[in-house]
């Protein structure tokens, strides 16, 4: 077997681990582009959503969390106006970034992650 079709302890192939860690990492295109932290991984999910089912999984995970995370900075941009969201706004960037480094780190091992706080919109 070559590296790409070679299985894991998981149970789930290296190209799936692979497709699914690109799917959590691919948010901090955010970074770089405007609402890259949801393309990326809704762009990787449709892609692959029907022929991996662990990048299916994984994809919508991070689609879920990214949109989470999205409405979560919005209300802290709201909040700015109290005080607090100058506060919450770079401990929730900062919660969304090692977050999401995580599940990358998870979903490359075959583990499926479940971001913690997560509204499961996309079932």
């Known amino acids: ?8 302890p998981s149970g789930i192939s290296a190209d ?4 699914a860690m690109i799917a959590h990492l ?6 770089i582009i405007p609402l890259g932290h949801i393309l990326g991984p809704l762009i990787v999910w449709l892609m692959k959503k029907d022929g991996m089912p662990f990048v299916d999984d994984q994809g919508k995970e991070a689609l879920n969390f990214q949109i989470t995370l999205s409405i979560a900075l919005f209300v802290c941009g709201l909040l700015i106006f109290v005080i607090i969201g100058i506060v919450l706004m770079p401990l929730v960037g900062l919660a969304g970034l090692i977050l999401a480094v995580i599940a990358g780190i998870k979903a490359n091992e075959g583990v499926a992650y479940r ?9």
Request: no cysteine; aromatic share 12%.
């Open 1 to 8: 077997m070559d590296e790409q079709t070679s299985v894991g």
């Open 16 to 19: 799936e681990r692979q497709w």
């Open 26 to 31: 691919s948010a901090l295109s955010g970074l």
């Open 115 to 123: 971001y913690p706080f997560t509204l499961r919109l996309i079932k």
